[in-house]
């Protein structure tokens, strides 16, 4: 299941970018991340590297 991203709590930081292995996250032309959700394959390694919590699994 895909992540949901609160684009509030983002802060563009890009760690989330860094982190996921399969490259379904990207920062948009705001600066924010968002994730591609044909590519994610809810690792959820996402969530642990965002130092905001603005990443949670999508219920």
């Known amino acids: 299941m895909p ?3 609160d ?3 983002c802060v563009g ?3 989330c970018v860094a ?3 399969a490259g379904a996250l ?3 032309d705001e600066g924010k991340s968002t994730c ?3 590519v994610c394959i809810s690792c959820l390694a996402c969530t ?3 130092p905001t919590e603005a990443i949670s699994e999508k219920e």
């Open 13 to 15: 930081c890009g760690a």
């Open 3 to 5: 992540v949901t991203i």
């Open 48 to 50: 642990g590297a965002c």
């Open 7 to 9: 684009r509030d709590l």
């Open 19 to 21: 982190t996921c292995p």
């Open 36 to 38: 591609n959700e044909d």
């Open 26 to 28: 990207e920062l948009d």
